[in-house]
């Protein structure tokens, strides 16, 4: 099993920065990736990494602003949001899987095993 806590949700305005950080305990994970929600919409994927980040996607709403990485050695994965906007207010989650596989991401909720509780982040404009 594999164990996911977010971080670094909060309140920014428009135009600001977030990062936010999603520990990982338990065994180790292959690739891994970004969820959000907003109110009263589904669950929609934000950005997706293959193992060992060979290979990433980025929803078109955020190319170019935010960035999905990971720490092997804190066994942590982050998303670094630049350039929020309003509509970027929603509930983060990050998601794992156990693929190890180095060119290949996952875009479907259904391809994630592990989830974390959610982190809000709300951009004020």
């Known amino acids: 099993q594999v164990q996911l806590v977010e971080s670094g949700g909060g309140l920014v305005q428009a135009g600001g920065s977030l990062r936010l950080s999603c520990a990982a305990s338990?065994?180790?994970?292959?690739?891994y990736a970004w969820f959000r929600q907003a109110p009263g919409k589904e669950r929609d994927i934000v950005a997706a990494?293959?193992?060992?980040?060979?290979?990433?996607y980025y929803a078109d709403a955020v190319k170019g602003r935010f960035t999905i990485s990971r720490d092997n050695t804190k066994n942590t994965v982050y998303l670094q949001m630049n350039s929020l906007k309003p509509e970027d207010t929603a509930v983060y989650y990050c998601?794992?899987?156990?693929?190890?596989?180095?060119?290949?991401?996952?875009?479907?909720?259904?391809?994630?095993?592990?989830w974390g509780q959610g982190t809000q982040v709300t951009v004020s404009s």
């Open positions: 998601a794992a899987h156990n693929t190890f596989i180095s060119g290949t991401y996952y875009t479907g909720q259904n391809e994630y095993r592990y």
């Open positions: 338990g065994r180790t994970f292959g690739g």
């Open positions: 990494s293959s193992w060992r980040g060979v290979k990433t």
